[in-house]
Each structure stands twice: as structure tokens, then as C-alpha cells.
């Protein structure tokens, strides 16, 4: 099933789309958490500012940027609908230009995908995919993690919206 949802994904980020927005995990990290701290988020935050050092590893141990792409940046199975003939990506809000497996990521994170099952993913949207490339998603999937928190903490706290982030 990942293949039909993969095919999509790489056409969209190898179109020539260009959006108007560059998306780069380390800033929004950053941001998220100074306003979470500038929130009654702050009871939660002292703990998170434990993650700003795993994310500033992440940046120093990985490239910025494999590659810039447009994104979706909100991937998960809800956000794939089929019609029987083809796969509609929906929910562009977060969509910008970023790199193409931080996107995986994003998938690799909300349905909480295995290893075998990110090596699969890879297997299909990489020619051939190197323990490197699984290393990095993975890192990447990290990161989502880490946004999503951050942004969980903050919605908690400015969200009319009745939900337990």
C-alpha cells in the first residue's frame, strides 16, 4: 500500500513546484520552544529544553538540507485519501519548500512506523536506499517528534479548540 501513497509523494517533490516558504526543522524547533516558554506552557518546558541539545546534535551530525523540495510537511493516513484510481494528498497548510525526507518523517512519525517498515518506505522512494539513508530518516523522524511536542505544548495552551494535545 505504501507504494501507490510514495509514487504521489515523489511526484510531487521532484515537480518544479516551487512554494513560498522554506521549512527548516532546527528553526521551527527553536521557535516553538521560546513561544511555548513565553506560555503558561512553562510548567512543561523545562523538560523540553533538555531536547533543544538532542536536536542541536541532530543538526550537527546530519546536513541541513539533503535537498530542497516542495512539502507537505503534515503527512500522515489521514491525510491520504483513495478514490480506487488514484492517491489525493490533503491538509497543504504546512506545506513548504524543505528536504524530501524530513516529509517522509513526517509519515515515518505519525503512524509510528517500524524500522522495517521506514526501510520499506525508503526502499520504494530511493533508487537504493544505504543504512546512511535509514539513519537519517530516522534522525529526521526525531525531529518530528520534537516539533510536534513542542507545538502539542503550545496548542494546550492558546487552542479554544476541546482537544488533549
Known sequence: TYQRIVTALKQFHTSKKTL???????????????HAATLR???H????SHLLAIVEDIRLSVPQFQKLAPCHLD?????FLDDGNKIWIIDWEYSAMADP???LATWVSTDYLSIAEMQELL????DSPTPR???YLYLM???????WGLWSLIQAEVSKIKANY
Request: net charge negative; aromatic share 16%; with cysteine.
Open 20 to 34: 513560498p516558504t522554506t521549512f527548516c526543522p532546527y528553526k521551527i524547533i527553536r521557535e516553538y520552544y521560546r
Open 41 to 43: 506552557a512553562d510548567h
Open 45 to 48: 518546558v523545562p523538560m523540553a
Open 75 to 79: 503527512l500522515f493516513n489521514c491525510n
Open 101 to 103: 525526507l524530513y516529509d
Open 123 to 126: 526502499e520504494l522512494y530511493l
Open 133 to 135: 539513508d535509514l539513519a
Open 141 to 147: 523522524s526525531i525531529l518530528v517528534d520534537i516539533r
